[in-house]
């Protein structure tokens, strides 16, 4: 059996979160069930609330890594719920959870998740013209290092259609850490110290 693709969608919390960004998101999870996808999101409101409602709609796949260790504090459109206790650090479970990752808006919290998911060269694209903190980052990279290119889309079907190319294009032959080094980055961040990845320069 073919594996099913894991496309994650971040983007604003409930504080934030404008009906357009709802509408987006619902869209954006909509079109990812009816790809066959599995959804990922931090499981709790705003957008991962709206693309967990559109995909739960399209009766997709619908995952919630929560931040908090009580289950019932995820929305009520996750299928599945990871209550992880990581706090912040859930951020990077996230981001290795996911094929592939779709940005509507967002602040200070989903550009954690991009760090990540950037530093673990992750296939990412962004809704343009919608705000947010990834706002000056789409169509370029975050840093000097240039990991992988945030690619602005304008729609959510034209997301969800670039995240799947993306996915199946990219080689992560030469990017995968071993399990050890995984676990040593969460360590640390556990332990509030600076990951070993973002102090490679």
Same mark, same amino acid.
């Given at each position: %059996?073919?594996?099913?693709?894991?496309?994650?969608?971040?983007?604003?919390?409930?504080?934030?979160?404008?009906?357009?960004?709802?509408?987006?998101?619902? /869209?954006?999870?909509?079109?990812?069930?009816?790809?066959?996808?599995?959804?990922?999101?931090?499981?709790?409101?705003?957008? %991962?609330?709206?693309?967990?409602?559109?995909?739960?709609?399209?009766?997709?796949?619908?995952?919630?890594?929560?931040?908090?260790?009580?289950?019932?504090?995820?929305?009520?459109?996750? /299928?599945?719920?990871?209550?992880?206790? %990581?706090?912040?650090?859930?951020?990077?479970?996230? =981001?290795?959870?996911?094929?592939?990752?779709?940005?509507?808006?967002?602040?200070?919290?989903?550009?954690?998740?991009?760090?990540?998911?950037?530093?673990?060269?992750?296939?990412?694209?962004?809704?343009?013209?919608?705000?947010?903190?990834?706002?000056?980052?789409?169509?370029?990279?975050?840093?000097?290092?240039?990991?992988?290119?945030?690619?602005?889309?304008?729609?959510?079907? /034209?997301?969800?259609?670039?995240?799947?190319?993306?996915?199946?294009?990219?080689?992560?032959?030469?990017?995968?850490?071993?399990?050890?080094?995984?676990?040593? /980055?969460?360590?640390?961040?556990?332990?509030?110290? =600076?990951?070993? %990845?973002?102090?490679?320069?």
């Amino acid at each position: %059996m073919t594996k099913k693709h894991q496309i994650l969608v971040i983007g604003n919390n409930t504080n934030g979160c404008t009906p357009k960004h709802e509408k987006i998101a619902y /869209d954006v999870g909509e079109t990812i069930a009816k790809s066959g996808s599995v959804l990922i999101t931090g499981g709790l409101g705003g957008v %991962m609330k709206a693309a967990s409602h559109g995909a739960h709609y399209a009766n997709g796949l619908t995952v919630g890594i929560i931040p908090q260790n009580d289950a019932t504090l995820a929305n009520q459109f996750c /299928d599945i719920v990871i209550p992880t206790g %990581m706090g912040l650090a859930c951020d990077f479970l996230n =981001a290795l959870s996911a094929d592939g990752i779709i940005i509507v808006g967002g602040g200070s919290g989903t550009l954690s998740e991009v760090c990540a998911a950037y530093m673990y060269k992750k296939p990412m694209v962004a809704i343009r013209n919608i705000g947010g903190s990834i706002e000056q980052y789409i169509d370029g990279f975050l840093d000097h290092r240039e990991n992988i290119k945030i690619i602005g889309v304008d729609t959510p079907q /034209d997301a969800v259609k670039t995240i799947l190319e993306l996915i199946s294009t990219s080689s992560n032959k030469d990017t995968e850490l071993t399990n050890a080094e995984v676990l040593d /980055d969460f360590n640390k961040i556990k332990s509030g110290e =600076a990951s070993r %990845m973002a102090q490679k320069d």
